[in-house]
């Protein structure tokens, strides 16, 4: 029989601080940026921001002072809002500030940099840069390959080579001649999905029948059942087909690399890594409002009102102090668990998970995660995504523990030294890997392969 029942639960809330702070933790120092011009626009009490260094320190402390006091006050209830007319000196002042705002980087100089960061051997990164400038505006390969090999004097096979190397730059999938290279390039994303081998197969055997929406023909080729494609499904579409699109035709969804995270050894000849008071803005407040604070004929609503925005200041303020704090610690402990980057580059890099880190620095997995997507750091190294930091562990044959990028160097070395007219099977890369130490099936073969943008034994044979 119908009832009705009460219950009591409970259930986590997070305080609009925390919200904030998560959210300003999640973005990178552009998208702050931007974060913090969306909101002046609707703040008319913060006059501009910049870099704290930039203004001194005296003038920085008595704002916050300032504005302490100005918070400090309670806010009346229930009072109506009143507007606070700018003068035009104010408009003037903060229409220039929101058209400074404008940078512009194209796709070729944002891979460009990133190339004598890479695993891109030092002797061939003019050739690199030669591709990168062959790209077209969605990051496909558009040069003439016969062309280049001509100009170069390398074989196709090493050009190629380059040209896979390109597609693990950022954003990964650039430099791909179709759409299923692009895409294969991209699968890391979805190393932990349980479904990644069945994208892998859909890319390799299936994306005609995935875009005709074929789905009985996959689901009995594939042997998934019908919520697995819908699954498998998904996270294929998570991936990129266009890498190029957020720099495509100057549209201003350009992406601005700069590092927050400094990264230089001290006295003691240890690697320190710090968050440059520079890379953080710094909110001023205009000085037109706290006088009115202190004005006996400023109505009262009208001050309840500017408090109410020079607290939303203080909160936002706040926030970016816990984030600058995160970034820090989070930094620091992954530069510390990896020495060997500050000795020999990315190769140097030993296996690192972001549960690791989280347990050494006392936050949660998310939130490492949050911290270290699109932030970089600054090192003698070049300038590195923290992300990069991170990488999958194997262990060989004697218990040593050695990163993935190990595995796919002695890979492309075998592949470049095998017979053309009898090119190596995945079967025998597997073998041969196995002799050097690493324990590597035919299937995660076929996949770091792949990932690379080797094409199988066929298509690599030359008569």
């Not at 302490?68 to 000196?89: M, T």
């Not at 087909?241 to 230089?264: D, L, Q």
């Not at 037109?288 to 936002?316: F, Q, S």
């Not at 073969?445 to 990932?451: D, F, W």
Request: aromatic content about 4%.
């Amino acid at each position: 029989m119908p009832s009705l029942e009460q219950h009591q639960k409970l259930t986590p809330q997070l305080a609009p601080q925390q919200r904030q702070s998560l959210k300003l933790l999640a973005m990178s120092l552009p998208e702050m940026r931007q974060e913090l011009v969306r909101e002046m626009e609707t703040n008319p009490v913060i006059e501009d921001f910049d870099h704290s260094l930039e203004t001194p320190l005296s003038a920085a402390e008595e704002r916050a002072e300032e504005r302490a006091e100005a918070a400090a006050e309670p806010l009346p209830e229930d009072e109506a809002v009143p507007s606070v007319n700018p003068s035009e000196d104010d408009l003037e002042r903060r229409e220039r500030f929101f058209a400074s705002q404008v940078r512009d980087e194209t796709l070729q100089e944002h891979l460009t940099v990133q190339i004598p960061l890479s695993a891109i051997p030092a002797a061939d990164h003019a050739l690199a840069e030669i591709l990168v400038g062959n790209l077209n505006d969605d990051g496909y390969f558009n040069g003439s390959l016969p062309d280049l090999v001509m100009v170069s004097g390398e074989s196709e096979a090493h050009v190629l080579g380059v040209l896979a190397q390109i597609g693990e730059l950022d954003p990964p999938g650039c430099g791909a001649r179709n759409l299923k290279e692009c895409l294969l390039a991209q699968l890391d994303k979805l190393e932990d999905s349980p479904y990644a081998d069945d994208v892998r197969a859909l890319i390799e055997n299936h994306l005609d029948d995935v875009a005709e929406n074929r789905r009985e023909k996959i689901e009995q080729a594939l042997g998934l059942t019908r919520e697995q494609y819908v699954e498998a499904l998904k996270a294929l579409r998570t991936l990129e087909p266009r890498p190029g699109r957020p720099w495509a035709g100057g549209s201003g969804a350009t992406r601005v690399v700069k590092p927050e995270v400094h990264v230089a050894r001290d006295g003691n000849g240890r690697w320190t890594a710090d968050v440059d008071a520079r890379s953080t803005p710094a909110i001023h407040v205009n000085p037109k409002y706290l006088k009115m604070l202190e004005d006996p004929n400023c109505a009262a609503e009208t001050k309840a009102y500017i408090r109410e925005k020079i607290a939303r200041v203080n909160e936002i303020v706040q926030a970016i102090e816990r984030r600058e704090e995160t970034v820090r610690s989070i930094a620091q402990a992954i530069v510390d668990a990896q020495p060997g980057f500050f000795e020999n580059g990315l190769k140097g890099l030993k296996p690192l998970t972001q549960a690791e880190i989280a347990a050494k620095v006392g936050f949660d997995p998310s939130t490492v995660s949050r911290t270290v997507n699109d932030k970089y750091a600054s090192t003698p190294k070049g300038v590195v995504e923290l992300r990069r930091f991170f990488t999958n562990g194997l262990e060989t044959a004697s218990g040593e523990i050695v990163s993935r990028d190990a595995v796919e160097d002695a890979l492309r070395a075998f592949i470049a030294g095998e017979d053309r007219a009898n090119p190596f099977s995945d079967e025998k890369l597997s073998a041969l890997l196995k002799e050097k130490g690493f324990p590597v099936a035919r299937r995660t073969v076929a996949k770091y392969r792949g990932k690379l943008g080797i094409p199988g034994r066929d298509a690599r044979r030359r008569a």
